[in-house]
């Protein structure tokens, strides 16, 4: 059971699609009195917007490409999930410093003082997330979505869905991006320019890294090679009969414009006047590379 909990039209506030136990169970509240620390580093995004990816980036920089580390154990258990019941709020509070925090919160949820620590905000353009939203709520054993890509298409652009509204989302972040503790980038520019993107992480976490580094970490966070890497493409949800195995895999394709492979002409038309309609973000979403 899900719920849009904080929408206020007085205000404008967007609000956000959470489940209804997040709410009961009082975790909202207690992650919005989180005490944010000065050397927190969050990463941000709407599902599927490439989260693990820059996930690992991130692990990696700050612990001086320990390669070796980042395999040892899964990336649920090295950057915890801040408001997801595993592992759970207490895992990130007790992190030792840097402590890594993953949400889906737009930044209206999260702490007041969330820009006091590091934030970086990985976002996609609106027809490649949905689709790979899909492919994951279809895989997902919890939500086992059975309906069709375009009634699918339809809940997310009707706000119905888990994080909703995405452009809500995307703005609670862009709203702030002159703040120098928050760094926005896209998954279409890692895509085009990992290298480039890479180093600019590096160096928004005060980490310069030399060529070879940036080289070393292009390779290690290709598609390829995090797809095949156990502690970050979450085959261990195998073991816990959290995947319907049928379906794609959580590394599914990794490509900017594979929207084409799903939207009719009449839905991408349908789609691009929901954009049009909706996205105050003042945000140029790239389709394709
Ligand atoms: P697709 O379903 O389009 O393949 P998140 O981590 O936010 O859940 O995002 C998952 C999406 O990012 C999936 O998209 C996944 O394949 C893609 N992804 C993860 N790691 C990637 C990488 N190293 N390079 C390109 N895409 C990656």
Redesign the pocket.
């Known amino acids: 059971e899900y719920y849009r909990c904080g929408k206020d039209t007085r205000t404008g506030k967007e609000g956000c699609v959470v489940p209804v136990q997040m709410i009961k169970d009082g975790t909202l509240k207690a992650i919005k009195k989180f005490k944010v620390q000065p050397d927190d580093i969050f990463v941000a ?1 709407f ?7 820059v ?2 980036i991130v692990y990696l920089i700050m612990t001086d490409l320990n390669f070796g580390k980042a395999s040892e154990k899964v990336m649920e258990t090295r950057f915890p999930y801040l408001e997801y019941p595993y592992p759970g709020l207490a895992s990130v509070v007790k992190q030792p410093s840097p402590r890594f925090i993953k949400t889906h919160l737009p930044l209206e949820f999260l702490p007041d003082d969330t820009l006091s620590a590091k934030v970086i905000y ?1 976002t ?1 353009n609106p027809k ?1 997330t949905v ?2 939203y899909f ?2 709520s279809r895989m997902l054993a919890f939500s086992s979505y059975q309906g069709s890509f375009e009634e699918f298409s339809r809940k997310f652009k009707k706000d119905e869905l888990p994080y909703c509204p995405f452009f809500g989302h995307v703005n609670s972040f862009v709203k702030e991006k002159d703040n120098p503790n928050l760094l926005i980038i896209t ?1 279409e520019e ?2 085009r320019n990992p290298a480039e993107v890479i180093r600019k992480i590096g160096k928004f976490l005060d980490k310069p890294l030399s060529d070879s580094d940036v080289e070393l970490l292009v390779e290690h ?3 390829s ?3 095949a890497n156990p502690s ?1 493409n979450y085959s261990h949800w195998d073991e816990f009969g959290i995947r319907n195995k049928g379906e ?1 895999n ?6 900017v414009g ?1 929207w084409r492979n799903y939207f009719s002409e009449k839905s991408n038309n349908e789609f691009e006047s929901w954009v049009k309609e909706n996205n105050r973000t003042g945000f140029n979403f790239e389709f394709d590379v």
């Open positions: 995004s599902p599927k917007c490439g989260t693990t990816w996930q690992e990985i996609r490649d689709v790979s492919h994951f998954y890692l895509t966070t290709s598609f090679r995090m797809a970050v794609e959580f590394m599914r394709k990794g490509k594979d």
